[in-house]
């Protein structure tokens, strides 16, 4: 079975930075893409970013744009999201996601991690 398990969440002040990860592991043999998510207590999942699964193309919610950075490590099979000049709206739980479509968008996400909560102080 599939897995990711996402870690480096923490509490930073605002204007600060945070580098989170996402472990991917099992039969990711499917898998076209990866993607970070967030949601705020009583708020909806909100988009953040995507990568192709080789890490050639990204795509960007217009909120993170020029703040954030999703990268990967092929080799290590990881997913990072590098997370500058943080806000006290960035404060959420973060998910990293997989999907079988390699249509770079904020859709069609299939696998999900457990979360790592960024809490970002004002």
């Known amino acids: 079975q599939a897995q990711l398990v996402e870690s480096g969440g923490g509490l930073v002040q605002a204007g600060g930075s945070l580098r989170l990860s996402c472990a991917a592991s099992g039969r990711t043999f499917n898998w076209r893409k990866m993607g970070w998510f967030r949601q705020a207590p009583g708020k909806q999942r909100e988009f953040v970013a995507a990568?192709?699964?080789?890490?050639?193309?990204?795509y960007y919610a217009d909120s993170v744009k020029g703040r954030f950075t999703i990268s990967r490590d092929n080799d290590k099979n990881m997913v990072y999201l590098q997370m500058n000049s943080l806000k006290p709206e960035d404060t959420a739980v973060y998910h990293c996601a997989a999907s079988w479509s390699s249509i770079l968008s904020e859709g069609d996400y299939n696998y999900w991690g457990q979360g790592t909560q960024v809490t970002v102080s004002s």
């Open positions: 990568i192709s699964w080789r890490g050639s193309n990204t």
